[in-house]
């Protein structure tokens, strides 16, 4: 079993991509850090360094989030993530 201050989200839970739709030019920092995982949730903050660039035109910006390790969400009963469930956003 790994503790959770050893995990890396980016590294080995999601891959998580932030897709920008307005025409701002400023880079979009942020960081990810696990907050609560439990059998019945997964809580992440994302912490973005100038939050007053995100959604900031016509359009809004999107989070994409695919689960890397399927292997780390299975039930007590041994159900995995289907394939088609590791994409969010």
Do not use: C
């Not at 897709?19 to 992440?44: G, Y």
């Amino acid at each position: 079993m790994i503790a959770l201050s050893e995990l890396d989200v980016t590294r080995d839970i999601m891959d998580f991509q932030f897709v920008r739709n307005s025409k701002a030019e400023d880079p979009i920092e942020f960081f990810i850090s696990l907050t609560n995982w439990t059998e019945h949730k997964l809580e992440v903050l994302v912490n973005f360094t100038k939050p007053i660039l995100i959604s900031n035109g016509a359009q809004l910006d999107q989070v994409l989030i695919k689960i890397k390790n399927r292997d780390y969400f299975i039930s007590k009963g041994g159900k995995m993530l289907r394939e088609d469930q590791v994409n969010l956003g």
